[in-house]
């Protein structure tokens, strides 16, 4: 894995502004660190609210050094974050209230870090990081909003000074029992807090404010002498020697627990670790995604995993508190002029010598300061702009979304709120899919038809014929939700149709309840003599089925009969119509090349015109597959097509082309290079042998000098030819855009 720390930019102004950056992130960091370690141990009782301080301690060290320096998100800060420490102090009080020891308490809490880590390095490992992101907006903010909810109710009795262990309902309920001195100290907290930044840039608030809140506690010692008692107070963070003396010997302590760890606790572990996973899984990545929108970069998020349960792990074993890539603590790093990831590992250690130094002060910490900060904390965690959900219909179902995580992590805990959350969610996007109109269009077979160029006789058959063909446009996603609103669609066109051609080109995703619906509908036409067709069969979905192999597997489209696949509507129009007219038309002398008299553009022309025409053509005949006009060259000819098919293509790139049309007997081929003497625009492909008569401009130019009545008879015959053909397009458009 690579740990290059310079990354994104070297030299010494990278170097300076990695060092303010890591300073800056510190200071915002750490308060908030110390702060929650005192809430996940504070319940534990006794000094432990002192041990909690030095977990936070090593958590902004360890998890500044370690995760950063294997992540791969340039300045991102790892540290103790909000959602942990609200889930974590949950599982303390939990525990504390069933009765375990202290020491079984914290061994858990170390086995559910170390568990949690494990699990962000299997995600990691497994290329799931990726998915996480994708979790829904609403779901997210419902989330974070419980999460700050859950941080005031938890911090609200230690700012009112109640004892410890007191719950929020009574500490509310009974004032007596509230320290006015906390309350003072917490108050002039949370106006610093939220006061100070519109005064003060260059210091965080919380720094200020912590050391205002331990200057009115100092002061308030003049007026009750017991708040400057060291020992056994429980307004302040006490001591931290009484958690086993030097920083060695609690790293060594906390490494003691692991051998009092018993398997049978695996069961009481296991559900938090995978809750505490993904909350620090969630929190690292939307932090990523906030600072790749801010510094135009990219981060990988399995990478990230990797290294944040790393941390995790590390941050157990030594005795800290887990945590994540940090909002605050990160976007004041970038905006002091960090450039890369050196800028957490500063953070790291920096965090270090600030205890190693201030390890006295932090004891004299009042624990109704700390609870201060953390409310001011919550209280922005909340989106109180989702309440604005609410008012507006369209968003209304999102707000309940909203809601319902929140009610959940307030009443069981926050994964199943989660999930919970992402289940609604589910079932609100299933909700909208199922709306969309999976029929895009029907159009009736009397209004669109092939490109073959057919004569007038072959058209009113159609025309006649046109009911028995229907062309489906389907749309969106055909899957369980839709797959009633499919049959729907389809069922009026059994016994109704002899041709069912459904196009599939905009079609999004099939499952096999829509296939069901489909092979259901097709057995039915197959039972009074119907045929479905598929066409435009999209080569890959969204989401990477291959849609016509799948066609084929499921058994939908088989060589049975029943069913039929054409690559494009074209292809599969041609198709029907050579079927009705195989029904419709008397056998004749169809192979029979045609005179000159019989083509039917020439019927309207004058005798005369016909016996001078027939001296300047010649008969010619190109076998199957021969190129009969090609694009780019300066034929000038005009063909008339006795006998066969040819097939006008117009080329694109990578030997891809258009089918502009078919033609057959008594059909006219190559008059737009006739007329302008251009280069040929188009390929003309003999499908089966053609005898044709072949008119050269030459020829027609000769004879035009000599009979310009028969040149004009000529060229009226051409434009009604190419006059007919517009109008069938203009149909065929037309048609297509209603």
């Not at 800028?343 to 004891?363: D, H, N």
């Not at 669609?489 to 829509?514: C, F, H, K, M, T």
Request: hydrophobic share 50%.
């Amino acid at each position: 894995m690579n740990v290059d720390l310079g990354s994104a930019q070297t030299g010494r102004s990278g170097w300076i502004g990695d060092a303010w950056g890591g300073l800056a992130a510190m200071l915002v960091a750490l308060p908030s660190a110390i702060a929650f370690g005192v809430t996940i141990f504070s319940p534990l009782g006794g000094s432990y609210a002192a041990h909690g301080a030095l977990a936070g301690i090593l958590g902004a060290t360890v998890l500044g050094l370690i995760a950063t320096s294997f992540g791969g998100t340039n300045r991102l800060i790892t540290a103790p974050c909000a959602p942990a420490a609200a889930l974590m102090a949950a599982l303390a009080i939990d525990f504390a209230g069933r009765g375990s020891p202290p020491e079984e308490i914290m061994l858990r809490l170390m086995l559910i870090g170390l568990f949690a880590g494990a699990i962000q390095i299997g995600i990691g490992l497994s290329g799931i990081g990726r998915l996480i992101r994708y979790l829904p907006y609403p779901v997210v903010v419902g989330y974070l909003s419980a999460v700050g909810i859950t941080i005031i109710g938890s911090q609200l009795p230690r700012v009112l000074g109640v004892e410890r262990g007191v719950p929020l309902s009574q500490a509310l309920l009974h004032p007596l029992t509230w320290h006015w001195q906390s309350l003072i100290v917490a108050a002039l907290v949370i106006g610093a807090m939220l006061g100070l930044p519109k005064i003060i840039r260059a210091i965080p608030p919380a720094i200020i404010a912590l050391a205002a809140g331990g200057l009115a506690y100092a002061a308030l010692g003049f007026v009750d002498a017991r708040l400057w008692q060291l020992e056994n107070n429980p307004y302040i963070v006490g001591p931290l020697a009484q958690t086993g003396g030097s920083l060695l010997d609690t790293v060594t302590q906390n490494l003691r627990l692991l051998g009092a760890w018993d398997p049978a606790l695996l069961a009481a572990i296991g559900l938090p670790a995978v809750s505490l996973a993904a909350l620090l899984s969630i929190d690292t990545l939307k932090t990523c995604v906030v600072l790749d929108a801010m510094t135009c970069s990219e981060h990988d998020p399995n990478r990230e995993m990797l290294a944040q349960g790393m941390g995790n792990i590390g941050s157990a074993l030594l005795g800290g508190i887990p945590g994540a890539g940090t909002m605050g603590a990160s976007l004041v790093n970038v905006s002091s002029g960090a450039q890369t990831r050196l800028s957490g590992v500063i953070e790291g250690l920096l965090a270090l010598l600030a205890f190693l130094a201030l390890a006295e002060a932090v004891a004299w910490l009042p624990i109704s300061a700390l609870g201060a900060i953390l409310l001011v904390i919550g209280y922005r965690m909340i989106d109180w702009q989702s309440l604005e959900f609410f008012r507006v219909a369209s968003t209304r179902l999102d707000f309940m979304v909203v809601v319902t995580v929140i009610g959940v992590a307030l009443t069981v805990n926050l994964i199943a709120a989660s999930a919970a959350g992402i289940l609604l969610a589910i079932m609100l996007y299933l909700r909208e899919q199922a709306r969309v109109k999976v029929l895009h269009a029907k159009v009736e077979g009397e209004a669109i038809f092939s490109r073959v160029v057919r004569p007038e006789q072959e058209l009113a058959i159609l025309l006649k014929s046109g009911k028995q063909t229907v062309v489906v446009e389907l749309q969106g996603s055909l899957f369980f939700g839709t797959a009633n609103q499919l049959y729907k669609a389809l069922e009026p066109e059994v016994g109704a149709r002899s041709y069912v051609i459904l196009s599939l080109q905009r079609v999004q995703s099939l499952d096999l309840s829509a296939t069901h619906v489909l092979e259901q509908i097709k057995d039915r036409l197959d039972a009074v003599g119907g045929k479905m067709i598929f066409t435009e069969i999209p080569r890959n979905l969204p989401s990477g089925l291959k849609m016509k192999r799948y066609l084929r597997e499921v058994g939908l489209v088989r060589d049975t009969g029943k069913a039929l696949a054409f690559r494009q509507l074209d292809d599969a129009l041609e198709w029907v119509e050579g079927q009705i007219l195989a029904s419709e038309c008397p056998v004749d002398d169809q192979g029979r090349p045609l005179e000159l008299a019989d083509i039917e553009a020439v019927h309207a022309w004058a005798p005369g015109t016909l016996q001078d025409l027939a001296s300047i053509i010649e008969p010619r005949t190109y076998p199957a597959g021969k190129k009969v006009l090609k694009a780019g060259s300066r034929e000038d000819e005009l063909l008339f097509i006795r006998a066969g098919t040819v097939r006008v293509a117009l080329p694109l790139q990578k030997k891809d082309e258009w089918h502009i049309g078919t033609f057959g007997r008594g059909a006219l081929v190559g008059e737009m290079g006739f007329l302008d003497s251009r280069r040929r625009s188009a390929d003309v492909l003999a499908v089966t042998e053609v005898h044709c008569f072949v008119l050269s401009r030459q020829r027609f130019d000769a004879l035009a000098t000599e009979n310009s009545q028969a040149a004009a008879q000529i060229f009226a015959g051409i434009a009604v030819v190419l006059a007919q053909r517009i109008r069938l397009l203009n149909k065929e458009l037309r048609t297509l855009r209603s």
